[in-house]
């Protein structure tokens, strides 16, 4: 049994504060705002990817659009979250770069195909 002055008492205690100050999630939101994420990432590949296509951007200048289409998508759904992103999110790094690289594939895929039928055929 710990008394007041018992330094193994002001451990459990700081412990038990660190516990406290822990943030709780519902497993259930946070998943579904993640999965929220990937699908807006993948549509604005889709629409990103078919745009880039249509305004022939070829090589370099194609990724340096989708780069810049993923950091739009990154601060408006910062934004969405009104700049609070603990309170929907675990880390900064779930807004910020989840996601960024799944997209991608999706974005070559509609660059070139929109490239292909406007600008070859």
Do not use: C
Request: hydrophobic share 55%; glycine share 10%.
């Amino acid at each position: 049994m710990a008394v007041e002055g018992d330094p193994r008492a002001s451990a459990n205690r700081s412990l038990g504060d660190a516990v406290d100050d822990l943030p709780i999630f519902n497993v259930d939101n946070l998943q579904s705002n993640i999965k929220s994420i990937y699908y807006s990432r993948t549509f604005l590949s889709i629409i990103g990817g078919a745009i880039a296509g249509i305004w022939g951007f070829t090589g370099l200048t194609g990724f340096i659009f989708y780069f810049i289409v993923m950091a739009v998508a990154s601060l408006s759904l910062a934004a969405k979250a009104k700049f609070s992103v603990h309170a929907y999110f675990d880390s900064w790094s779930r807004i910020l770069v989840d996601g960024i690289f799944g997209g991608l594939m999706s974005f070559v895929l509609f660059w070139t195909f929109a490239y292909d039928i406007v600008h070859i055929f």
